[in-house]
């Protein structure tokens, strides 16, 4: 069975700099999507950003950036120039090409100091 | 409707009560997922509709709960004689092809449900 985890409980940032959230992930196949999905207190999962294991080429949005290392099994989602309203919880989570599933990381909460 | 919808929005009952959970995928969105959030925890897949299929039921966690979906539209997550373990937010989701592969799940903003 596919696993994700994220090992940073809480993170904080300060305002305009950058933070660095960790997703590793377990799974024998090799056709999977990755993706990062933002929480805030309204409990509306938004989607941030998604990686086809395919490419090679790391996924950005804006202010959004992963690492992709797909030998390592590690999908790390990078913040630039922190916002207030980046505060939430972010979730890893992995689905297999052919799959319906999102198997999701326990999340990481990320506080941004103003 | 713009986004997916879920009522009620936050709901308490009684331990051995039976509860019924909607949710209102965006329109034209053929596959619609439920997942549960316990506090702290990442969401747990649950159940999974794409159109006329059969369902894909393997996360449910117990025959006590149940969902159901008319064709492409609405879909109620039931459970029934609710334990205090089933406290959690619910939450559903849909997408608008097959439910393979890269497509993006849309979420509704979860129901929260607290069982005394």
């Known amino acids: 069975a596919q696993t994700v985890t994220q090992s940073q409980p809480e993170m904080s940032v300060q305002e305009a700099e950058t933070v660095t959230l960790s997703c590793t992930y377990d799974?024998?196949?090799?056709?999977?999507?990755l993706f990062w999905y933002k929480q805030p207190p309204s409990r509306q999962m938004i989607l941030v950003i998604r990686?086809?294991?395919?490419?090679?080429q790391n996924a950005t949005e804006n202010r959004f950036s992963v690492n992709f290392q797909k030998a390592a099994k590690s999908f790390s989602l990078k913040i630039s120039d922190s916002q207030l309203g980046d505060a939430a919880m972010y979730f890893c989570?992995?689905?297999?090409?052919?799959?319906?599933?999102?198997?999701f990381g326990a999340g990481t909460i990320l506080r941004v100091k103003s | 409707g713009a986004g997916v919808s879920q009522s009620p929005s936050n709901k308490v009952t009684e331990k051995g009560k039976d509860v019924e959970l909607r949710c209102d995928p965006i329109?034209?969105?053929?596959?619609l997922y439920w997942y549960r959030q316990r506090l702290g925890q990442g969401l747990e897949f649950l159940i999974y509709?794409?159109?006329?299929?059969?369902?894909?039921k393997s996360g449910l966690p117990s025959d006590r709960f149940s969902a159901e979906r008319t064709g492409e539209s609405v879909s109620t997550l039931t459970i029934q004689r609710t334990q205090q373990e089933d406290s959690a937010v619910y939450l559903c989701?849909?997408?608008?092809?097959?439910?393979?592969?890269?497509?993006?799940?849309?979420f509704g903003p979860g129901t929260r449900l607290l069982v005394l």
């Open positions: 989701a849909s997408s608008s092809s097959s439910g393979a592969g890269g497509e993006t799940q849309y």
């Open positions: 799974t024998s196949e090799s056709d999977y999507y």
């Open positions: 990686q086809e294991a395919y490419k090679q």
């Open positions: 989570a992995y689905r297999r090409g052919d799959g319906n599933k999102l198997v």
């Open positions: 329109s034209g969105h053929t596959a």
């Open positions: 509709f794409q159109g006329n299929s059969a369902p894909d």
